[in-house]
């Protein structure tokens, strides 16, 4: 009974899955939420509110007895010495910055005592810097600057400079504290820190995550020299190797056997990027299928064939923890946007629903920009959407194709912003809070041109971890995996209505709108 253990290192909570893969289930399944279980950090969400300027932090000590409580809970639903095979994701962009003692802690670890005790004398800067900071939109204009502008940053790194990405945090951190940049001797993020831990050595940074931080070159998959120089003194030396998903990274440290009752000799795979996991755990991780995640924020993802970037500067290129690269695109204006909507109506979802079924794809040429905050996939700063088709639409007084018109204004915007991955999808796998409703299933099955599928997955980030540990440890294959673990929620299969090129021309038109408030 071969079992493989799944860690998703997320914003708010740490959740594992352990899978049986002979018998082709989930044997445990546990969630550590920061804010419930561990309040004495601070942070009711998972990163300690108020910070100024735009930044935003997390305590990693708080990861750290955040893995122990997991390892205690799971440990009274399975036996943890079956467990043989162990794989993990964070959060993507974080860091985590150590001194020296950070080489030798490893080996005078004590189990009486905790993880977050022993390691903190390990730590350069108290705080990491999250994925929600954006206190670094100078340090973004410096890098870029350096470089020859964005477009060079976007062809090397796959992103232009972020303001949440590693790279431009580093800077910052060593513009505002050069005493403690120059004091540290490695900076992880948080997949390759926790990854460390586990193994109780110095873990490398596997290409889907270390995409993330405006530092790796997509040509070589190796940090690149000249966005190393323009981000800050010294930093190689300072950042782990850099390596492919399927890497073996070590085995399990003594403190984990002893404390927590692994078997010794457990394998540990190099952790990845939340995205990249989830990537995997939805069953996409080879060319075809796209994922939509329809949640807060609206996020598409998809393996691709090479490496191609958004010549716009909007999307991201990652690497896909099964080799070749991934694509992610964020969109701000999720689930705001149809909640807005609904409400400005004083509809229930039950009428939203009823609103896309009574009015007809295309909706007779209306149109929506639905932002209702600024925008990042493109970049457009409105704070109210943008109505285009007669009088009383734009005047909100037609309710039922204001919805249609939201809905299938998202899903125009994914397609236009989706164009550059050059993808021609057979499948969209949709998931998150909205996929569940089968009227928006049906508008993205018209959109895309494509089949659209719900999974019956739940925590498809510690599962694509899991799937990771048992494909490279136990040797079997992805297919199979997927089978037993990533199966669509029988009936939930969405066909296109509409005939081929049914939405193009209002595309274009969509496009040209958008065109008028470019920022
Ligand atoms: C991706 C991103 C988030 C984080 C946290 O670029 O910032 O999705 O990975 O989930």
Same mark, same amino acid.
């Given at each position: 009974?071969?079992?493989?253990?799944?860690i998703d290192a997320s914003t708010?909570?740490?959740?594992?899955?352990?899978?049986?893969?002979?018998?082709?289930?989930?044997?445990?399944?546990?969630?550590?939420?920061?804010?419930?279980?561990?309040?004495?950090?601070?942070?009711?969400?998972?990163?300690?509110?108020?910070?100024?300027?735009?930044?935003?932090?997390s305590?990693p000590?708080?990861w750290?007895?955040?893995?122990?409580?997991?390892?205690?809970?799971?440990?009274?639903?399975?036996?943890?010495?079956?467990?043989?095979?162990?794989?993990g994701a964070g959060q993507q962009h974080g860091s985590v910055y150590l001194?020296?003692?950070w080489?030798?802690?490893?080996?005078?670890?004590?189990?009486?005592?905790?993880?977050?005790?022993?390691?903190?004398?390990?730590?350069?800067r108290?705080?990491s810097p999250i994925w929600?900071d954006?206190?670094?939109?100078?340090?973004?204009?410096?890098?870029?600057?350096?470089?020859?502008?964005?477009?060079?940053?976007?062809?090397?790194s796959?992103?232009?400079?972020?303001?949440r990405f590693t790279g431009p945090q580093i800077?910052?951190f060593?513009?505002?504290?050069?005493?403690?940049?120059?004091?540290t001797?490695r900076i992880h993020l948080v997949s390759s820190f926790l990854c460390s831990v586990l193994?109780?050595?110095d873990a490398p940074i596997d290409t889907g995550d270390g995409a993330g931080m405006n530092l790796l070159?997509?040509?070589?998959?190796?940090w690149?020299?000249?966005?190393?120089?323009?981000?800050?003194?010294?930093l190689?030396?300072k950042l782990p190797g850099v390596v492919?998903g399927?890497?073996?990274v070590?085995?399990?440290?003594?403190?984990?056997?002893?404390?927590?009752?692994?078997?010794?000799?457990?394998?540990?795979?190099v952790f990845t990027g939340d995205n990249p996991s989830?990537?995997?755990?939805?069953?996409?991780?080879?060319?075809?299928?796209?994922?939509?995640?329809?949640?807060?924020?609206?996020?598409?993802?998809?393996?691709?064939?090479?490496?191609?970037?958004?010549?716009?500067?909007?999307?991201?290129?990652f690497g896909?923890p099964?080799?070749?690269?991934?694509?992610?695109?964020?969109?701000?204006?999720?689930?705001?946007?149809?909640?807005?909507?609904?409400?400005?109506?004083?509809?229930? %979802?039950?009428?939203?629903? &009823? @609103?896309?079924?009574?009015? +007809?794809? !295309?909706?007779?040429?209306? /149109?929506? =920009?639905?932002?209702?905050?600024?925008?990042?996939?493109?970049?457009?700063?409105?704070?109210?959407?943008?109505?285009?088709?007669?009088?009383?639409?734009?005047? %909100?007084?037609?309710?039922? &194709? @204001?919805?249609?018109?939201? +809905?299938? !204004?998202?899903?125009?915007? /994914?397609? =236009?912003?989706?164009?550059?991955?050059?993808?021609?999808?057979?499948?969209?796998?949709?998931?998150?809070?909205?996929?569940?409703?089968?009227?928006?299933?049906?508008?993205?099955?018209?959109?895309?041109?494509?089949?659209?599928?719900?999974?019956?997955?739940?925590?498809?980030?510690? =599962?694509?971890a899991?799937?990771?540990?048992?494909?490279?440890?136990?040797?079997?294959?992805?297919?199979?995996?997927?089978?037993?673990?990533?199966?669509?929620?029988?009936?939930?299969?969405?066909?296109?209505?509409?005939?081929?090129?049914?939405?193009?021309?209002?595309?274009?038109?969509?496009?040209?709108?958008?065109?008028?408030?470019?920022?």
């Amino acid at each position: 009974m071969p079992l493989a253990l799944g860690i998703d290192a997320s914003t708010q909570s740490c959740s594992a899955l352990v899978i049986d893969t002979d018998a082709g289930e989930v044997v445990a399944e546990a969630s550590v939420n920061f804010g419930e279980r561990l309040p004495q950090y601070g942070a009711p969400s998972g990163f300690i509110p108020g910070g100024a300027n735009g930044e935003v932090h997390s305590d990693p000590r708080m990861w750290l007895d955040a893995l122990e409580l997991l390892l205690a809970d799971l440990r009274q639903q399975c036996e943890l010495s079956e467990v043989t095979a162990i794989c993990g994701a964070g959060q993507q962009h974080g860091s985590v910055y150590l001194n020296d003692n950070w080489f030798s802690y490893a080996g005078k670890l004590n189990t009486g005592k905790s993880l977050a005790e022993q390691i903190a004398p390990c730590l350069s800067r108290a705080t990491s810097p999250i994925w929600m900071d954006t206190s670094t939109g100078a340090e973004c204009r410096e890098i870029a600057e350096a470089v020859g502008g964005n477009d060079v940053v976007c062809a090397k790194s796959g992103s232009i400079a972020i303001e949440r990405f590693t790279g431009p945090q580093i800077r910052r951190f060593y513009k505002t504290q050069p005493e403690a940049y120059v004091a540290t001797a490695r900076i992880h993020l948080v997949s390759s820190f926790l990854c460390s831990v586990l193994c109780g050595a110095d873990a490398p940074i596997d290409t889907g995550d270390g995409a993330g931080m405006n530092l790796l070159n997509l040509q070589s998959w190796q940090w690149d020299a000249e966005l190393l120089s323009a981000t800050a003194p010294e930093l190689e030396a300072k950042l782990p190797g850099v390596v492919p998903g399927n890497t073996v990274v070590g085995e399990i440290s003594a403190f984990f056997v002893e404390k927590y009752g692994f078997a010794q000799g457990t394998q540990v795979t190099v952790f990845t990027g939340d995205n990249p996991s989830s990537l995997v755990g939805m069953g996409a991780s080879r060319p075809g299928k796209v994922v939509v995640s329809l949640g807060t924020s609206d996020t598409f993802f998809a393996a691709m064939p090479g490496v191609v970037t958004d010549p716009d500067g909007y999307g991201h290129v990652f690497g896909n923890p099964l080799g070749g690269s991934m694509s992610l695109q964020c969109f701000v204006n999720g689930s705001l946007a149809r909640e807005a909507v609904r409400d400005r109506f004083g509809m229930d %979802w039950g009428r939203f629903t &009823a @609103a896309l079924k009574d009015t +007809v794809p !295309g909706n007779d040429g209306k /149109l929506m =920009l639905p932002f209702f905050r600024p925008e990042i996939s493109p970049r457009l700063d409105l704070d109210e959407p943008v109505l285009h088709g007669g009088t009383a639409f734009e005047k %909100w007084e037609e309710a039922e &194709a @204001a919805v249609r018109a939201c +809905v299938e !204004g998202q899903f125009l915007n /994914l397609r =236009l912003r989706s164009a550059w991955m050059r993808l021609q999808p057979e499948v969209i796998y949709l998931t998150g809070g909205a996929s569940k409703n089968d009227a928006i299933a049906q508008v993205a099955a018209d959109i895309f041109e494509a089949k659209v599928q719900r999974l019956a997955v739940s925590g498809s980030v510690a =599962l694509g971890a899991a799937m990771r540990a048992a494909h490279r440890c136990f040797d079997i294959d992805m297919d199979t995996l997927e089978k037993h673990f990533c199966q669509a929620d029988p009936g939930s299969t969405v066909t296109p209505r509409v005939s081929p090129g049914a939405y193009d021309a209002l595309a274009e038109q969509f496009s040209s709108l958008v065109g008028k408030y470019l920022s």
